[in-house]
């Protein structure tokens, strides 16, 4: 079913949504794009990210998230804020988001024929008991964006091993 909707260039898509797009999806674009790396899948997956809400169109991820993500391996400086859009259910196979919030908010928008996957990012994760990412950007010090990368780098693993089982070949 997902082989029908198009992607031009890669065979499997991947878009992250969050409220913002500059706390947790740039943080879930960022560790998912190295993982894929790491495992020589760059030129098989598309990745992007996207938020529900447009405040920050066009502005770089959270500095918190950015200096978080850096300590341990991931560049967010390349991304910029974006809000999702109706294009989105034709380009992306998964469309995965980081609370019921946005994931209400998306199933609201998607058109009646979008075969794709939507669905919470940490469906895909093994160690984590949470079923939402939450928000770290009203909370103080480092630990609630290490949070949201501690969550994201498991689901990360789980969509790996996903992807590597769907769509091998
Ligand atoms: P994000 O975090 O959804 O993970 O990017 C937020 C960023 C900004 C705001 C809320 C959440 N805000 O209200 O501006």
Known sequence: MI???????????VLFVCLGNICRSPTAHGVFLKCLAD????????????GTAAYHVGNPPDPRSTMVAARRGYDLSPLRA??????DFEQYHYILAMDQQNLNFLKAMAPVNFTGHLSLFL?????????EVPDPYYTDGDKGFELVVDMIEDASAGLIRHIRARHAG
């Open 82 to 87: 974006r809000a999702v859009e109706g294009a």
């Open 123 to 131: 469906d895909f994760a093994d160690s984590v008991d949470a079923r």
């Open 39 to 50: 495992e020589g899948l760059q030129h098989q997956v598309e990745v992007d990210s996207a």
């Open 3 to 13: 082989d029908t909707v198009m992607s031009k260039q890669f065979p499997v898509s």
